[in-house]
């Protein structure tokens, strides 16, 4: 790959990410089916799609402050598309109280912190100091939404169960950490850079109790099956 300019490699791995992208924001989709078919979005909550639209929408106006970052701007406008999707799927069908909860979420959260956050930084600053704060806020976020999969996994530790985990969404995660941090690393922006190693260490974590776990359950039927087996032998040979 020597004969490619940091240039050309910057935008390979743009374009990769954005190959690879929609297939996490396409993960919740089975969920919203369920939510559609049930007509009911009773039992799921709507805090991860707000903090994910609000980490779309952030990274979104840090690209517009960089100069040609048309492939950071074109991924989460995506990104931005999917979440308002999800939250108004969300908003259809849950019931009163989860409603006035998640329009609180989104009126305080999404629109009155990233108004706060737009016009401040808008108004007290400029240039690179702009730019400077603006990556460290987008960073944070970036790390939350990180760090969300850990809910699941400790679930999968203790129920010794993959029912909730996706392998495949688990390698899309992976392989979008992996070109986003070379895209920010070759462009020494290490507001992209450094949520991503997080981002590819849960999702290398993911993968591996996926496997560990994923012969689990059934292991444990089997074993039940077994003991029930010897129960029945045990007592034909009483009865004899």
Request: net charge positive.
């Amino acid at each position: 790959m020597g004969f490619l300019s940091n240039d050309h490699l910057t935008f390979l791995f743009g374009l990769l990410g954005n190959i690879v992208a929609p297939g996490m924001f396409l993960a919740p989709a089975p969920t919203f089916y369920t939510i559609f078919k049930r007509k009911s979005s009773e039992g799921f909550q709507s805090i991860p799609y707000s903090v994910a639209l609000m980490s779309a929408s952030l990274l979104l106006y840090y690209g517009l402050l960089k100069t040609n970052a048309y492939l950071l701007i074109s991924i989460n406008s995506i990104g931005c598309a999917f979440e308002v999707t999800y939250l108004i799927i969300y908003l259809i069908y849950a019931p009163k109280q989860e409603k006035m909860h998640t329009m609180k979420l989104l009126l305080i959260f999404n629109m009155g912190s990233f108004g706060v956050v737009l016009l401040l930084t808008m108004l007290l600053m400029k240039g690179k100091p702009r730019l400077s704060v603006v990556g460290w806020i987008c960073a944070v976020f970036s790390v939350a939404v990180c760090a969300a999969p850990l809910s699941i996994m400790r679930r999968v530790v203790r129920t010794k169960s993959v029912e909730y985990l996706s392998f495949t969404l688990s390698a899309s995660i992976t392989l979008n950490a992996v070109m986003w941090f070379f895209y920010g690393l070759l462009q020494h922006d290490y507001y992209i850079a450094l949520p991503n190693v997080l981002g590819f260490l849960f999702g290398i974590a993911q993968m591996i109790l996926y496997m560990v776990y994923k012969n689990a359950k059934k292991n444990v039927e089997e074993k039940s099956e077994q003991l029930a087996g010897n129960k029945e032998v045990v007592q034909m040979t009483n009865e004899t």
